[in-house]
């Protein structure tokens, strides 16, 4: 007989983990439907379950996704293969009206109208 390992997670658990968490940088408005829809690009790997929040926020934008990239890497998410399997994954879609284009940060989110995961939610 042969032992095997298997990392366990609980999909919903994290997004609501996630959303509990995002919901203190702000005001929480909205939250959608959990959707399960299949990986893009690197498809090796389970497929997601995405939802999307709404939040009122005082935060600028980098202030915010400064904050959600702490959230992420405060449960767990590693950065190893881009487009990889995570254990969460927080973008910023819209931001009122606001147009960012740094490095860092590109709002509107520039895949946002192309990914079934994105618009299914809204």
Request: overall charge neutral; aromatic content about 6%.
């Amino acid at each position: 007989m042969k032992q095997v390992a298997y990392l366990l997670g609980n999909r919903e658990q994290n997004l609501r983990e996630a959303i509990r968490r995002a919901s203190a940088l702000g005001r929480l408005v909205a939250v959608s439907s959990f959707y399960q829809t299949e990986p893009v690009e690197f498809t090796d790997q389970p497929w997601f379950l995405n939802c999307v929040i709404a939040l009122e926020t005082t935060a600028e934008p980098a202030e915010l996704m400064a904050e959600l990239l702490r959230i992420e890497h405060e449960m767990g998410r590693q950065r190893i293969v881009k487009k990889g399997p995570r254990s969460i994954d927080i973008d910023i879609l819209l931001f009122g009206d606001a147009v960012v284009n740094t490095p860092e940060l590109t709002i509107p989110h520039p895949a946002m109208a192309r990914r079934r995961f994105v618009l299914e939610p809204l």
